[in-house]
């Protein structure tokens, strides 16, 4: 079922958006060379906590992972892409780290994800552009996410960019829907065709998150069951905001500004 909010919902959810770009934003102005990715998480568990709100994360047990997450937050290092569980790591000068993060305020879930370089990007330029090509594919979805334009219009708005900047895509893992709960439909493809699926109307909430790895378009799973890496070791990079369909076009709820 694809659920439509009111006004008046979305505006319940805002807090839940505001407080996963709050977050995202410390991690990322903290964060620096020799910071361990479970010191990571602890702040993310912190801010969460202090903020009342609850982890998307901590339970979640799907089917593709191994138990229940049990972290707050995802930090992905390098060929790390998707679900990257915290580990005893501390990130060196160069690596490039992607953070996740979803939580619920008041009934509403948001989600976000971000890629930076850590330290001294000299001489990871191409680590720059494919980050730098997610975050275009993420605005180009946004701008195509519009009343009456269908999913296939999104997901073909954001694999163009990709597409386009050279990289392959994978598509067992993409968007969705979201509200009450993190996952909801419908499922939004990184690649599709435009004019087909489902028509947007306001008050649809959807997680673009385009993702993309220099290569390859093929996952392997690491040991911990969870963290999901690029078959070949290359590096990885994923854009996410969750976006609420309004009349005027779509609104960034997990803006960072
Ligand atoms: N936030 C991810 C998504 O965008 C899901 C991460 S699930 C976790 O859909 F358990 F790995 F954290
Ligand atoms: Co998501």
Not at 28 to 44: E, K, M, S
Not at 144 to 149: E, S
Request: aromatic share 6%; charged share 20%; with cysteine.
């Amino acid at each position: 079922m694809i659920e439509i909010f009111t006004a008046a919902e979305i505006e319940r959810a805002r807090p839940a958006g505001r407080l996963v770009a709050d977050i995202l934003r410390t991690i990322h102005d903290r964060t620096t060379v020799g910071t361990n990715l479970l010191t990571i998480d602890r702040w993310a568990a912190e801010m969460i906590a202090a903020a009342g709100a609850t982890s998307c994360y901590v339970d979640y047990a799907p089917s593709f992972g191994r138990g229940p997450f049990g972290h707050y937050i995802c930090t992905a290092v390098n060929d790390a892409v998707l679900h990257g569980m915290p580990h005893d790591y501390a990130i060196r000068d160069g690596d490039l780290l992607t953070l996740d993060l979803a939580v619920i305020v008041d009934g509403f879930a948001a989600d976000s994800a971000l890629s930076v370089v850590v330290g001294d990007s000299t001489g990871h330029s191409e680590s720059l552009a494919l980050i730098e090509a997610t975050e275009r594919a993420l605005a180009a979805g946004i701008a195509a996410a519009r009343p009456d334009a269908r999913i296939g219009d999104v997901s073909h708005a954001m694999g163009t960019v990709l597409t386009e900047a050279g990289y392959p895509i994978n598509t067992e893992f993409g968007g969705h829907g979201i509200g009450g709960t993190m996952h909801q439909e419908p499922h939004v493809s990184n690649t599709g065709r435009p004019g087909r699926g489902y028509r947007l109307r306001p008050g649809l909430m959807l997680a673009l998150e385009p993702w993309a790895m220099i290569d390859t378009d093929r996952l392997v799973t690491d040991d911990d069951g969870w963290t999901l890496r690029s078959a070949t070791g290359c590096r990885t990079a994923h854009s996410e905001h969750t976006i609420a369909i309004t009349d005027a076009g779509a609104e960034i709820l997990t803006a960072r500004t």
